[in-house]
């Protein structure tokens, strides 16, 4: 692992999800930019120190160094976002495969880059856009790809918080101030932390491509250089609109991920703060709302089911799909075996770069006040 | 009642809204554009055949001719939009007040010359947003006019149906016929019939013009010739923003209208199909449920409540405050006394033509694909 | 009206249940037991002076002596309840139909005369538990009846309220008052006042009557004689089983009414805080919502509703059922012609004596501690 | 770990649970009745060989012949539930702490016996009454023990399901058969196996004794000897009431165990199926809805919680929380520490014998058709 250090949320997210299904164990790391609060993370978590390291590089030159028997099998890249991209080069160019958190880069060119050092190392590349690993996510996926709703006409993704509604970042939040910092985060704020994983939502449920996307930004609360709220209108390729709304201002809202996908013949909605329900609507039948772990949802929900119905599943049990998902087609890899396509099923570089792409579009359609063309999405 | 013949929908809400509380009592009427259909249901109501005029220019001039003591205290229009101006121009000019469906007219032109008309008479004119007379929309306006929320800085107001997912005008359905028709509704289906709704819920609420706005507008069923899906961003007077949503096919929602507002201290959520909760989220302190009929709301929610918490109330009720806010207004008026100002929270002309301006705004938004300027919105 | 004077809560929802539909006028009533009360509230109302009668006894005689063509078509009682059995008994006998606020009598005696009156008279007598004129309660009842829950193996039905977890009655507050008082209410409170609506909606739905029933009642605020809690365990007729609770001391609780039944092929959940909706549980399909308006649901349901789905109905729609219910089976009966079955369906004499039995058992069995047979029950 | 073999459900459960902190490594397992089974899923699990035992009475002797520091330092039992005491009794005798599944045992003579045991030993015994780990269900104790209810008056405990509505367990279903057969599960079905944790939620919260119970049991699907429906009044020491339910042919239902308490002050309400919120209702102020993760809950609510508000925690992490806190307090022992209090809050073999007296207590109640006094309930 290379972040994830003392006060760091999304380290421990992600070692719990990869403890979960026993697929990894934790074996090192170089936690933080300082080498001593790295070993003093590595105690922490019990490692043995001569696999804690002191910088990223180091532990990149080192594992590879130990061979493929004893190396790490996968690093997990857990800092913030500005690091994302050098990070991941030089695991993967040290043939080690690489699972990080999103989005992947913080310009598009920087994604477009990663993505070619993923094609040219051929290793496995899993992005964190967590949301995709609840099952009830998958089941709606599973709707829309097997024709129930018919042509899809109206998406509506959105993601409400209401964190950054105070000055958090001048309060020595650490999470508040590198978000809000454009060296290290972006230069996005809502839309590149959330709005981000809205459009991955959207997109990983309807399959739909973005012909066009016109947006306006704003920072809401006085002195930020980063919008902390976000509208955007959407086009997709076929002809049906979006609306996609992300913000970090919205008072009181915890983690309100939202999707609704109207079609022809059925809606459905889900929240991420009741994910383990989908709802569906119909014009002409009463609504439905499925359930995780029944046993009448698809196969790709209940291969991302651990319980049955009405005991919960949350956001960690989400997040460790992913992880056994990329833990297993990686050891396919290493065994040389074919991977069960319903463990493939995470987002990877293509992801990453088509959020890079839908970031850079939201950004220039603020700026220009019109439409931005979004061809080359995919 | 103009208007409210056979196999009409809203007719007889306003019927039921009139009767609720004993202000009104029904006793004249053209209610078809056919004579013999207005004789119809004027049977059907058990009215006197020599108050059911055959057309509605006849009935005003018959109903003025009666004298004060005798004629109508005020007309109910419930007409296809239209006939909104030409009727409620007659009776203004026949010196009876008017309560007017929605939208006032079908262009700003004949909004803004109503206008004078209204102002010129001085009567009452009360325009049926009936979703303003919710106890807890009325809560919440009290909510941010005392302050609570601090600064307002997010608005969302959408309003999804999906009632017109499939053709539904070509099966002969009256309403949607009507409504999709731009004779007789206007030059817009969605953002007339609903999304003015949903413009008129966040006005009200929360006080805030609107200064520019940019939409996009779709036909999502093929062969319509007026929207039936629109996104539209807003930025206020002062610098908030907002998120505007009307759709006729998000397929198997009934009437999701939903206002959220958040401010600097506070945000708040109320949806039009669970009426009777406002939900109050903060920075620093539990979630908090009003629910109407507690004693610790504002007096005008209180004002507007006729059941203790827990006995539902419903559309018609609300509905019903429009019409008993203006019968008591229009009472005072013709005893020359003061109404209570708690009465006085109808919506009414100058609601009308800000609609109106909003409608027009929107469609030219779209139009040339560019924000659109509302300095004039007040 | 007798009863129904000033600061009384459900005369008020009588007259607005009574006038929602057109079907009945009120224009005679004796409405407070001091003279000059009733002669005030006659006044408020705009009732002419002549039918504002000082006693109920004087109301009864002087509108029977008015004839058949003037006098009043039917009467509402909705006075305390110690009232109901005499005054009911006096317009039966004067050939006044009646419309009668719930429970029947404050004795299981008196209720069995009161049935032996309304059988002899032929006369129409609607007693107002009036949560079964919701339409998604007539909907259960339909799919009860119509098998699709198979045999019934266990109902819930409880209704917790808070308003009576402090000594309300000691603060003059009117209503609770009453309601404390055994002389007037019946020597239950729990029970009688909001238990028996429990025990009426699971009969309604169900159809089931009750084999014995065990009853655990405590007066949880000190001071109090009668109980404002009540636990109880009922054994019906073919082996289904059911808990019953009513509480006046749930504190912040409101309005609490709901329904489950579990059969065979389904389970079913009804609650009136949200009327509108009813939930279908299935052992092997997924759980579906039924909204109130929907073109798929019972003619029962349907006949009940006066708006689209998404526009809600509330309490005063549902008593609006009741009344219009009676007002056409009285109406019919004057005309002499045949009533729509569907309008017959509305609760009795029948129901309000089963009712009474009901209070009677459960009193019996806290009191001796033991499970007390109903064989009688029907 | 004992039990838990292929197939089995609370088995994976226990795992997951002590995975996902760390704070245990699975080692050795007996983990089934057939050795070829236990050895199967030994492989299955990745163990060494030589700690994979055929049978737990092997394991036992073979983990304590290895001495302190190379065995294991606690064990799961994860058996079916006639297993449980003699499984523990051994290990405990060997000088190992235990992790029981519940019940603790199938008899109260043998919950008592092993009390005795664990006292006498002095080791940790932890019961996985796992819902007691869920952090609302800790912030509701909090409220209650800090007396923000003032004295409570009324409990409803319920435990609906409706997974054995049909007869599950004639079809080979492993999970159903053993449940139904009471040599391996116990005299009692639904109380034992869900009632059980509605009694244990009950009075974890509330701190509240019981003085007496009655109980109606039925067996609703035919040929089950016993009962898989419960109703259950309950007189708490102090007065206030209680209504407890418990039924596995609620057609359509879950897992839907759920609390409410009511006091004089205040009421609360917490649903598993939506853990991460807690509802407070209060006779003079508006309802709140507490959130997990939030700052301003107690110590012992954020000491159970891993992820920040609107980040849905489950069933997983509650369990999680039995393990983490009965794994640091077992760590603690054998380091000689003091053990955080926060992390002694965990079920223990008196909260297991309370359970055997109470369900042996509902069992006498239904027998003989009286209340049953449960005096030495503690």
């Given at each position: 692992?290379?972040?994830?250090?003392?006060?760091?949320?999304?380290?421990?997210?992600?070692?719990?999800?990869?403890?979960?299904?026993?697929?990894?164990?934790?074996?090192?790391?170089?936690?933080?930019?300082?080498?001593?609060?790295?070993?003093?993370?590595?105690?922490?978590?019990?490692?043995?120190?001569?696999?804690?390291?002191?910088?990223?590089?180091?532990?990149?030159?080192?594992?590879?160094?130990?061979?493929?028997?004893?190396?790490?099998?996968?690093?997990?890249?857990?800092?913030?976002?500005?690091?994302?991209?050098?990070?991941?080069?030089?695991?993967?160019?040290?043939?080690?495969?690489?699972?990080?958190?999103?989005?992947?880069?913080?310009?598009?060119?920087?994604?477009?880059?990663?993505?070619?050092?993923?094609?040219?190392?051929?290793?496995?590349?899993?992005?964190?856009?967590?949301?995709?690993?609840?099952?009830?996510?998958?089941?709606?996926?599973?709707?829309?790809?097997?024709?129930?709703?018919?042509?899809?006409?109206?998406?509506?993704?959105?993601y409400p918080q209401g964190?950054?509604?105070?000055?958090?970042?001048?309060?020595?939040?650490?999470?508040?101030?590198?978000?809000?910092?454009?060296?290290?985060a972006g230069w996005s704020?809502?839309?590149?932390?959330?709005?981000?994983?809205?459009?991955?939502?959207?997109?990983?449920?309807?399959?739909?491509?973005?012909?066009?996307?016109?947006?306006?930004?704003?920072?809401?609360?006085?002195?930020?250089?980063?919008?902390?709220?976000?509208?955007?209108?959407?086009?997709?390729?076929?002809?049906?609109?979006?609306?996609?709304?992300?913000?970090?201002?919205?008072?009181?809202?915890?983690?309100?991920?939202?999707?609704?996908?109207?079609?022809?013949?059925?809606?459905?909605?889900?929240?991420?703060?009741?994910?383990?329900?989908?709802?569906?609507?119909?014009?002409?039948?009463?609504?439905?709302?499925?359930?995780?772990?029944?046993?009448?949802?698809?196969?790709?929900?209940?291969?991302?089911?651990?319980?049955?119905?009405?005991?919960?599943?949350?956001?960690?049990?989400?997040?460790?799909?992913?992880?056994?998902?990329?833990?297993?087609?990686?050891?396919?890899?290493?065994?040389?075996?074919?991977?069960?396509?319903?463990?493939?099923?995470?987002?990877?570089?293509?992801?990453?770069?088509?959020?890079?792409?839908?970031?850079?579009?939201?950004?220039?359609?603020?700026?220009?006040?019109?439409?931005?063309?979004?061809?080359?999405?995919?």
């Open positions: 692992m290379v972040g994830g250090g003392p006060g760091a949320f999304i380290g421990g997210v992600h070692r719990m999800a990869a403890a979960l299904d026993g697929e990894f164990e934790l074996v090192a790391g170089a936690f933080a930019s300082r080498p001593d609060r790295s070993r003093e993370q590595g105690r922490a978590l019990g490692l043995d120190a001569r696999r804690v390291y002191g910088t990223w590089r180091e532990m990149a030159e080192a594992e590879a160094a130990l061979g493929e028997d004893r190396r790490i099998e996968a690093v997990s890249i857990v800092t913030p976002n500005h690091l994302h991209h050098p990070v991941a080069t030089a695991f993967l160019n040290a043939g080690i495969p690489v699972i990080c958190d999103k989005p992947m880069t913080t310009t598009l060119a920087d994604a477009e880059e990663l993505c070619d050092t993923v094609e040219r190392t051929g290793l496995t590349f899993a992005l964190t856009h967590n949301y995709t690993g609840y099952p009830m996510v998958r089941e709606a996926r599973h709707q829309v790809h097997t024709g129930r709703l018919g042509t899809v006409r109206k998406v509506v993704a959105e964190w950054l509604s105070t000055r958090l970042e001048e309060t020595g939040h650490k999470q508040a101030r590198w978000r809000q910092d454009p060296e290290r704020s809502a839309v590149g932390d959330i709005g981000s994983h809205a459009h991955n939502l959207a997109h990983y449920v309807t399959g739909l491509e973005i012909d066009a996307v016109f947006a306006d930004l704003s920072a809401q609360v006085a002195g930020r250089v980063m919008e902390d709220d976000a509208g955007m209108l959407v086009r997709f390729a076929g002809g049906a609109r979006g609306v996609f709304m992300a913000s970090q201002v919205s008072t009181g809202e915890e983690n309100g991920l939202a999707l609704r996908v109207y079609g022809e013949k059925m809606g459905l909605v889900w929240r991420q703060e009741r994910p383990d329900e989908l709802h569906l609507l119909f014009p002409d039948a009463p609504r439905q709302t499925l359930t995780r772990g029944s046993p009448w949802l698809s196969a790709a929900a209940q291969h991302a089911t651990r319980l049955p119905p009405g005991h919960p599943e949350g956001f960690i049990e989400a997040f460790a799909n992913i992880y056994r998902g990329a833990g297993r087609v990686i050891g396919a890899a290493l065994a040389g075996t074919e991977a069960d396509p319903l463990d493939r099923d995470f987002p990877d570089h293509a992801d990453g770069a088509r959020g890079m792409h839908f970031i850079e579009s939201v950004l220039k359609s603020d700026a220009r006040e019109r439409w931005v063309a979004m061809e080359g999405d995919a």
